[in-house]
């Protein structure tokens, strides 16, 4: 079991977790896109029985492809990006790789919908890739929730 420290660019929004990676890995999405500001997100899936979040931040909700609806959580002063949940993951926390004190503390996974980065994005060449979402039979944790 891991702990993982994080938080904002002006240092208001804080968070930790202890758990164990259930995966981590780029996403090319719309959504992580537009909400990162590059060519994708970044994130680290964790159970979420030990998160803990200091601050104050702001939640976003939105629908993904899958009908599942993602809560993105950021910091309303700088804006920086933290950790998101998914409706159909209950139990579980993304962080955003970016908001890490230890950038270093993961090691990614895959890369998925792969379709939708632009042609300048570079996909990691030593990670599988997918042209959407991963499979759920290929998914190293309960996918009950993803279908």
């Known amino acids: 079991m891991t702990k993982f420290t994080g938080g904002c660019l002006c240092g208001s ?14 996403c090319y ?5 537009k ?9 680290v899936a964790l159970p979420d ?20 609806v993602i809560s993105r959580s950021f910091c309303p002063t700088c804006g920086s990006a933290l950790y998101s949940t998914n409706s159909g993951m ?3 926390v993304f962080l955003r790789a970016s908001s890490l004190d230890d950038l270093d503390a993961i090691t990614l996974g895959m890369s ?18 997918f ?13 009950d929730g993803l279908d």
């Open 49 to 68: 029985e030990k998160f803990e979040a200091t601050g104050t931040v702001t939640t976003y909700d939105h629908p993904a492809d899958s009908g599942n």
């Open 131 to 143: 042209p959407d979402m991963m499979p759920a039979a290929e998914m190293p944790f309960d996918t």
């Open 90 to 92: 209950p139990g579980s």
């Open 29 to 33: 999405c719309v959504d992580c896109r």
């Open 13 to 26: 929004a804080k968070y930790q977790v202890e758990g164990d990676v259930m995966i981590a890995g780029d």
């Open 35 to 43: 909400s990162s500001g590059t060519s994708h997100g970044t994130h």
């Open 112 to 129: 998925v919908y792969t379709s939708r980065a632009p042609k300048w994005a570079r996909i990691n060449p030593d990670a599988p890739s």
